[in-house]
DNA sequence: GATTGTATTGAACGCGCGTTCAGATAATCT
DNA sequence: AGATTATCTGAACGCGCGTTCAATACAATC
């Protein structure tokens, strides 16, 4: 036996990262065998190596992707006009990128210790290039008299942390919509670094 | 061979589930086997069945010991006047004890999905015991016409997801003291949550 | 319809896993 | 001093791990 009808490498790659993001997230890492993710895909585990030369760069791969999809979609943010509008639009933002991608927001969180140095240092990186776009607009809306935040950095931080921890209450079809959301969110926000 | 000279109970117990919560912090639940932590304490791996009747009841018992902790200390803490008073409390105290227990902070929002679904629901019980706390606060200061938070039940997530993720930048000797954390912290909760 | 190249299988590799337990040793008790 | 008890060792159990690779089946091309 060998490949099966219809199979190819467009279809089975992509289905390979998918099964693999969906298991690390949901068990971790360390607890999800390259069988099991074979086995979601429909293959046997030799053949994940046609697509990743092991299991840690298949991990790495899938936290590199998300970061640079996150920073790639900010970009293409319609920018508001002035630090104010530009900070409803990072909180909206955000909440909203992280909200439709959970698996790969929880992977971020939890999965860097298992990466090593390099690895590690390339995703960190970009996490800090991200996070240094918030403080941007704080810097430039305390410049301005808009904002009376105690320290951008820590505020950014603050903020970030606080905006991500909506994935973990956050369910479809609960009491709030996410519009609502968003608008308790930036109520908060605002108001935290309000002059 | 077995016993060596001065060994006891008293002593083994606690060593084994402070290597645990070490290295469990560090490298993951999944990814620490009964060897290492029995490597780390000195003696073999058979022995921590003495101490623990499975893997799982030991990270059980760590995360369990910490959230009883977390709210006997926040009970013990000197209660402020007024909503206000009670907030900055809140604020400064669970900075200050998250800082205290990095390990057990970061295990206890890392590895829940490692337990099954009976101790899942008694460490869930806790964590809301302890949010619902905060809870009170605020809506005490809602009533009282101090707050104007939009909603005291998503606030309560957001100041807590916010606090918590003083951990994951703070280092100790670096720009800034526990103190003046707490300062910022307060500040931003303190106008977040403002009528 | 034969040839070529790609995608996949299935078996194997050495290794470490969580857990059990009979036996050995040190501390304690009578 | 001898018996008892608490503590720990060391070997073993079956099992699944990440990874490799020759063999193989299919698709595409000629």
Redesign the pocket.
Known sequence: ?????????????PRIRGAALKLFARHGF?A?????I?AEV???????????????T?LFDLLKAHMDELIAAWEEEPKGDGPLARLEGFVRFHIRFNLERTDAVFLSYMELRNLGPGNFAAIEALRRDYETRLETILRDGQAAGLFAAPDTKIATLAIIAMLTGVNTWYREGGRLSRQKVGDIYWDMVRKAVAA
């Open positions: 036996m060998a490949r099966k009808t219809g199979s190819h490498s467009e279809i089975t790659g360390a999800v065998s390259m069988r099991q074979a429909g293959v046997q585990a030799g053949a994940l190596y046609l697509y990743t030369p092991d299991k840690e298949l």
